[in-house]
């Protein structure tokens, strides 16, 4: 159902927010940037066939650059008011693809470490939660201004179930309450490791569903793209207040 006051909103607007998609077939379940039940507001998905996972993050293909560019432009054709991606890795494009269009491009929920570095106190750290840590580099962070921010990074590189469902694609369908697993040990251990770890950026867009138990267990700010493009969402969908009327 939609409320009147959102229903405003889309009409004006039409569908606000684009996304940039690998492709990519394991189940896009309720949190998951790539399910739309996730938000609260209408997005539209623009699959780049052939960009896979292994492209992206194991290879960092650069040949990738042409097609997400010609994406991004299909997708402000279609009227859309911003756009982001399903894989936090594409930040290495955040530039270009932010320079190919008119309109605002937030390609991986990693342009948040620099801002939650300055919520923190100096002597704290940005912990960073990807899909494989081996992958992450200093280009990835410095493509968001991040290089010089203290980081604590943990991957899901071994985990068995993400890697079975999301890096490798041999399953479709996810074995939630393992998977979850999976994330809590790995968080846990990251904390263990960096007890001066302020808050959590989670790169992977398939671990927002656990973001509630992450914070729950251990009881610090959690940040990842689904926090990102809310708070995108409402600067490009700007209503007025109450009583108040616009002009």
């Not at 309450?177 to 808050?199: C, I, T």
Request: glycine fraction near 6%; charge should be negative.
């Amino acid at each position: 159902m939609i409320i009147p006051n959102m229903a405003k909103r889309f009409s004006i607007c039409g569908i606000p927010i684009g996304v940039l998609c690998l492709e990519a077939y394991h189940a896009k379940v309720p949190g998951i940037l790539r399910n739309a039940s996730t938000f609260k507001f209408p997005v539209l998905y623009k699959v780049v066939i052939g960009a896979s996972i292994e492209r992206l993050i194991n290879r960092q293909d650069p040949s990738l650059l042409a097609p997400f560019i010609e994406a991004v432009r299909e997708l402000e054709q279609e009227g859309v008011r911003a756009i982001t991606g399903s894989c936090g890795f594409m930040v290495l494009f955040q530039r270009e693809l932010a320079e190919a269009v008119n309109i605002p491009v937030f390609i991986s929920s990693l342009i948040q470490v620099p801002m939650v570095h300055l919520m923190l106190r100096r002597n704290q750290k940005v912990g960073i939660l990807t899909a494989s840590k081996s992958k992450l580099t200093e280009d990835h962070l410095r493509a968001v201004g991040a290089e010089s921010v203290p980081v604590c990074i943990a991957g899901m590189d071994d985990q068995e179930e993400f890697s079975e469902t999301i890096l490798g694609g041999r399953k479709k369908e996810m074995d939630l309450d393992r998977l979850e697993k999976e994330v809590l040990s790995v968080v846990d251990n990251l904390v263990k490791e960096n007890p001066e770890m302020g808050a959590l950026v989670i790169e992977c867009t398939d671990l927002p569903p656990f973001a509630h138990s992450i914070q729950q267990k251990i009881n610090l700010p959690i940040f990842d793209i689904i926090t990102l493009t809310n708070m995108v969402y409402e600067a490009v969908v700007r209503t007025s207040y109450q009583g108040i009327m616009p002009r």
